[in-house]
């Protein structure tokens, strides 16, 4: 499997990578989407859009994916399997390509009752591990899913999302596994705040060879407050936030509050680089993209390297 990807280039060079992301304006906005990009700019090796994350509408990944490719960045195409069947996925994946894009991220993408449309019909035609199969078919064996060959099929560098907490935890490492066979390249996990539950599920993923199977990179957002931690820990499933990360931000005034944000995202990288199996970094630094090359600095992963 050979592709363009200046992510896989980065990862098979033995470096750790750098991915970011940058959520598309809710309106027709190009600048804003430079905006953002701008901030990630150098510090990076690949930027993921996001595609109408949370279930709200917004500009499209690959329309946004292709503002930040003519600003002669990389991004990664997200695509969900909640808004689309299988032929408007396949013919997105192809535009997609043919507009420069060659590296994308699968997921099945939040249930439509979270977002502002409650009542859109969800399509999930194919789920996540089936829409990687998918891509893989099409690249390695330029076939579309129905069987008709492909002229020029899509190189795409196949990624797929990981959540190391959601319970049942013994299971993780298996549906790990499942999206590795379906053809996943690379995983980009959840946000990581428990390291030490974080290190054993690296151990069960190690124990079974599959860090030598696929690229990990480890999720990190970095908090703004305690409240922020809070809330994650309360109300958003899957999330592990440990009782001393929240007392750590509370026990620092309001104003001091983001910084201490940031030295935890910053030490928990410094720890997680020690970790087998660790290939990079995504940080998810939520409209708050002007943080980023602060982290990528502090945690020595500045310059990125010259692929």
């Not at 190391?164 to 390249?185: H, N, Q, S, T, Y």
């Not at 499933?237 to 944000?261: F, H, N, Y």
């Amino acid at each position: 499997m050979k592709t363009e990807s200046r992510l896989e280039k980065i990862l098979a060079s033995g470096n750790l990578a750098v991915t970011s992301e940058c959520g598309p304006p809710r309106g027709a906005l190009p600048e804003k989407v430079k905006e953002k990009a701008s901030l990630l700019k150098d510090h990076v090796d690949a930027v993921n859009v996001t595609d109408n994350q949370t279930a709200m509408v917004r500009m499209s990944s690959w329309a946004a994916g292709v503002i930040i490719k003519q600003m002669g960045m990389d991004p990664i195409l997200q695509m969900v399997t909640r808004d689309r069947n299988r032929l408007a996925m396949q013919s997105d994946i192809i535009g997609a390509y043919s507009l420069g894009i060659n590296t994308m991220l699968c997921l099945s993408g939040d249930h439509p009752k979270f977002g502002d449309h409650p009542m859109a019909k969800g399509v999930f035609d194919l789920d996540s591990v089936q829409l990687v199969q998918m891509v893989k078919k099409m690249r390695d064996e330029g076939k579309f899913q129905g069987g008709a060959d492909i002229q020029n099929p899509p190189k795409m560098f196949v990624g797929a999302a990981a959540n190391p907490f959601a319970d049942p935890f013994e299971l993780r490492v298996m549906r790990l596994a499942k999206k590795i066979k379906a053809g996943a390249d690379f995983i980009q996990t959840q946000c990581i705040y428990n390291l030490d539950k974080f290190e054993k599920y690296m151990k069960m993923v190690c124990d079974r060879g599959l860090d030598k199977q696929v690229y990990i990179l480890a999720g990190i957002t970095p908090m703004k407050s305690a409240g922020m931690a809070r809330y994650m820990k309360n109300k958003v499933p899957g999330m592990d936030v440990p009782d001393e990360i929240i007392k750590r931000l509370a026990g620092v005034s309001k104003e001091e509050q983001p910084e201490e944000g940031i030295k935890i995202a910053v030490e928990s990288i410094q720890r997680l680089k020690e970790v087998n199996g660790v290939h990079g970094f995504h940080i998810m630094a939520i409209e708050w993209e002007e943080k980023v090359p602060q982290i990528v600095e502090k945690t020595g992963l500045f310059p990125r390297p010259v692929i």
